[in-house]
């Protein structure tokens, strides 16, 4: 079930003798920029100091992620091309877990001088790829020389009216839902942690995440009382809820879904399958709450309850072991 395989192609191929350097900075910013399409609403795109996008909302949500080459992504697991998209990926989730809907994308990227210019092409290409997922374009940016390849992606998003969905809602007596995977991704750093490239199903959700976009607004609509993504992880992510809310949340395992083929994959590399889907990080997965009695928005599936108190159980009783990811841990 499990295959060892050779790593993807990286920044060290020699497909494309051409360097960023050769072609200078703005050489580089019209080539991945050039010819793209953008949503309606931007009046002003890629070319002058700044660009321009309409807000009809009156208030704009704004969104920052960094990531950085070995810490966040590694070339011999991803291509550029799928670094490029789970980039975007993991910025656009968090537009949607504040109930909004992305309105487009500022891009910073700091690289190597010897970058090959194919690696950019493909990078930027996966990011725009995704972008246009949920009908966006990179509006604008900025490139720099680095020792490291790190990518800096802010995300802008509109409410359409509604009052955004934070952290700080959730009530007791609330329903616990999630909309979108767990555990996968989790799943697939563990095999590719151990040399495998396989299988390609598990290993391509940690490459490129699949967040439940719609799922967002659908959820605000609906009336959820709080919500997030899980990028760190259900359970401490759900803290993040509890603690801003000053509530506790008990997750009902009978309720939590645990796929067959993350059993399998666990079964292989002796790992629990429950554990990666209760602490894996990475998915993108939305994670809400919603008032008693009210019927939850399609694709969301129910988890566990709010009630008075604080922290996070699961069955009633702590869970042994972390709960999640945490930077400088």
């Known amino acids: 079930m499990l295959k060892e395989g050779r790593s993807q192609l990286g920044p060290d191929s020699s497909r494309d003798a051409q360097t960023v350097s050769q072609l200078g900075e703005f050489g580089l910013i019209d080539r991945v920029t050039a010819g793209r399409p953008q949503s309606p609403g931007t009046l002003l795109g890629?070319?002058?100091?700044?660009?321009?996008?309409?807000?009809?909302?009156?208030?704009?949500v704004a969104t920052t992620d960094v990531l950085v080459e070995q810490v966040h992504f590694r070339f011999d697991w991803s291509t550029p091309h799928q670094v490029g998209r789970k980039a975007v990926a993991v910025n656009l989730s968090d537009i949607a877990a504040m109930g909004a809907v992305p309105t487009g994308?500022?891009?910073?990227?700091?690289?190597?001088?010897?970058?090959?210019?194919?690696?950019?092409?493909?990078?930027?290409?996966?990011?725009w790829e995704e972008a246009q997922q949920v009908g966006i374009g990179i509006i604008g940016g900025d490139m720099v020389s680095a020792t490291s390849l790190t990518i800096s992606i802010t995300a802008l998003g509109d409410l359409q009216g509604r009052k955004p969905v934070t952290r700080s809602g959730a009530r007791p007596g609330d329903v616990v839902a999630v909309a979108g995977r767990?555990?996968?991704?989790?799943?697939g750093l563990a095999v590719l942690g151990r040399g495998f490239r396989s299988p390609v199903a598990v290993v391509g959700a940690h490459r490129v995440p699949e967040p439940p976009y719609a799922a967002g607004p659908q959820a605000a609509v609906a009336g959820a009382t709080s919500m997030m993504d899980t990028s760190d992880g259900l359970l401490a992510d759900l803290g993040h809820i509890?603690?801003?809310?000053?509530?506790?949340?008990?997750?009902?395992?009978?309720?939590?879904?645990?796929?067959?083929?993350?059993?399998?994959v666990a079964s292989a590399l002796g790992a629990d399958a429950r554990h990666w889907v209760l602490t894996g990080g990475e998915d993108q997965a939305l994670v809400a709450t919603f008032p008693p009695g009210r019927p939850l928005p399609e694709g969301w599936r129910a988890l566990g309850v709010v009630a008075e108190g604080s922290g996070v159980t699961v069955d009633?009783?702590?869970?042994?072991?972390?709960?999640?990811?945490?930077?400088?841990?």
């Open 46 to 60: 890629p070319g002058d100091d700044a660009a321009v996008l309409a807000a009809p909302d009156g208030r704009v």
């Open 105 to 127: 994308l500022l891009v910073g990227l700091a690289c190597s001088p010897d970058l090959p210019v194919s690696v950019a092409d493909e990078l930027v290409g996966g990011m």
């Open 182 to 187: 767990l555990g996968w991704s989790a799943a």
């Open 242 to 264: 509890a603690a801003a809310s000053q509530v506790a949340i008990d997750i009902r395992t009978e309720q939590v879904e645990v796929p067959q083929r993350l059993n399998e």
């Open 316 to 329: 009633g009783g702590e869970y042994e072991g972390s709960a999640g990811w945490e930077h400088w841990r």
